[in-house]
């Protein structure tokens, strides 16, 4: 399946912004002495998961 550009940019601007809630909730986290491991894991998956779709929507950019 092919996904035009501009959904590709779209969902990972959306993920960008799951990534610095993320990050922000495992600071929060780890302020208050919880375990955080799972949000980093979380976070680090998600901003990667945005870089991917990021590059990929400039790619197929006319």
Avoid: C, N
Avoid at 42 to 60: C, I, M, P, R, Y
């Amino acid at each position: 399946m092919h996904f035009d550009w501009r959904i590709r940019l779209v969902v990972s601007i959306a993920l960008m912004g799951g990534t610095a809630y993320l990050v922000y909730l495992g600071f929060d986290l780890r302020s208050l002495g919880q375990k955080f491991s799972h949000v980093w894991t979380a976070a680090a998956v998600t901003g990667w998961g945005s870089a991917h779709l990021l590059q990929k929507a400039f790619e197929d950019k006319p």
